[in-house]
Nanobody
Framework: QVQLVESGGGLVQPGGSLRLSCVASGRTFSTYNMGWFRQAPGKEREFVAAITWRGDNTYYADSVQGRFTISRDNAKNTVYLQMNNLKPEDTAVYSC????????????????????WGQGTQVTVSS
C-alpha cells in the first residue's frame, strides 16, 4: 500500500515562505513522477506543480510560476514544494500525489493521471 504524508503547512503572512514535504512509502518512489495539488474551500482541486521521476523536468501552474519550486530527493523518498512570496489566494489544503504510470516521460497537470494521494497539509496566508 502506497502512503504519502505531507508536512510543513501553517499560517504565514503575505510575502512569506513555506516549504512543504511529502514522504512516500510502499512503492519505488524514484520511478514515478510526483505532483502537488491544492484545494481551497468551495473550489475545485487545482494543479500546482509536477516533477519527473528523474527530477530533470518540472512544470508549474501559471499562478505559481516564479514563486514556487518543486524538487525531489529520491534517496529520501521525498518531494518538496518551496513556496515563496505567498499570497492570500495561495490559501488551500496542499496534497502530493504519485503518477499512476511508471517512468512517464512527461509531467501531467491532470488529477486523473495520479493514483495515490496524501491527506494534505493546510497552508493559510493571512496578515
Amino acid at each position: 500500500q502506497v502512503q504519502l504524508v505531507e508536512s510543513g503547512g501553517g499560517l504565514v503572512q503575505p510575502g512569506g515562505s513555506l516549504r512543504l514535504s511529502c514522504v512516500a512509502s510502499g512503492r519505488t518512489f524514484s520511478t514515478y513522477n510526483m505532483g502537488w495539488f491544492r484545494q481551497a474551500p468551495g473550489k475545485e482541486r487545482e494543479f500546482v506543480a509536477a516533477i519527473t521521476w528523474r527530477g530533470d523536468n518540472t512544470y508549474y501552474a501559471d499562478s505559481v510560476q516564479g514563486r514556487f519550486t518543486i524538487s525531489r530527493d529520491n534517496a529520501k523518498n521525498t518531494v518538496y514544494l518551496q513556496m515563496n512570496n505567498l499570497k492570500p489566494e495561495d490559501t488551500a489544503v496542499y496534497s502530493c500525489a504519485t503518477d499512476r504510470t511508471w517512468r512517464r516521460d512527461f509531467t501531467s497537470p491532470r488529477p486523473s493521471d495520479y493514483s495515490y494521494w496524501g491527506q494534505g497539509t493546510q497552508v493559510t496566508v493571512s496578515s
